[in-house]
């Protein structure tokens, strides 16, 4: 028989685990649907090989993405899919430190917070240079 505690935790888990799943395939959508729009703005074009243009732009913040993603710019929707992405499994760091809370495991809520503070600092943080 299951005890509420291991209950709850498969609850919390399948939750995860759909959390994943779903991060996975709306940020594969996303950058689809990103793509056709890209190729049929911009697929027919011929390439001008004898010009140098230099390299495609750069990803923007997330403020350029989600405006350039909000005029419907193939660019910035292939480029929202991938920020998508990259928050999935950090959604997942979040929701785990949460369920630890709740499962009252204090010392894994300090590290699943303490491991989601790393993340968020080196993205936020500009490290290096």
Same mark, same amino acid.
């Given at each position: 028989?299951?005890?509420?505690?291991?209950?709850?935790?498969?609850?919390?888990?399948?939750?995860?685990?759909?959390?994943?799943?779903?991060?996975?395939?709306?940020?594969?959508?996303?950058?689809?649907?990103?793509?056709?729009? /890209?190729? /049929?703005?911009?697929?027919?074009?011929?390439?001008?090989?004898?010009?140098?243009?230099?390299?495609?732009?750069?990803?923007?913040?997330?403020?350029?993405?989600?405006?350039?993603?909000?005029?419907?710019?193939?660019?910035?929707?292939?480029?929202?899919?991938?920020?998508?992405?990259?928050?999935?499994?950090?959604?997942?760091?979040?929701?785990?430190?949460?369920?630890?809370?709740?499962?009252?495991?204090?010392?894994?809520?300090?590290?699943?917070?303490?491991?989601?503070?790393?993340?968020?600092?080196?993205?936020?943080?500009?490290?290096?240079?």
């Amino acid at each position: 028989m299951h005890t509420p505690s291991r209950r709850k935790d498969k609850d919390i888990q399948q939750f995860i685990g759909t959390l994943l799943r779903l991060g996975v395939v709306i940020s594969c959508l996303v950058a689809i649907a990103g793509g056709i729009i /890209y190729l /049929y703005l911009h697929g027919a074009g011929k390439p001008e090989y004898h010009i140098f243009k230099g390299a495609a732009q750069p990803m923007r913040s997330l403020d350029g993405i989600i405006q350039s993603a909000s005029q419907y710019h193939g660019r910035g929707i292939i480029q929202l899919g991938v920020v998508i992405l990259i928050a999935t499994p950090i959604l997942r760091v979040f929701f785990s430190g949460l369920a630890f809370t709740l499962e009252k495991d204090y010392l894994y809520t300090f590290i699943s917070l303490l491991v989601l503070a790393i993340i968020l600092f080196s993205m936020f943080e500009k490290l290096g240079g």
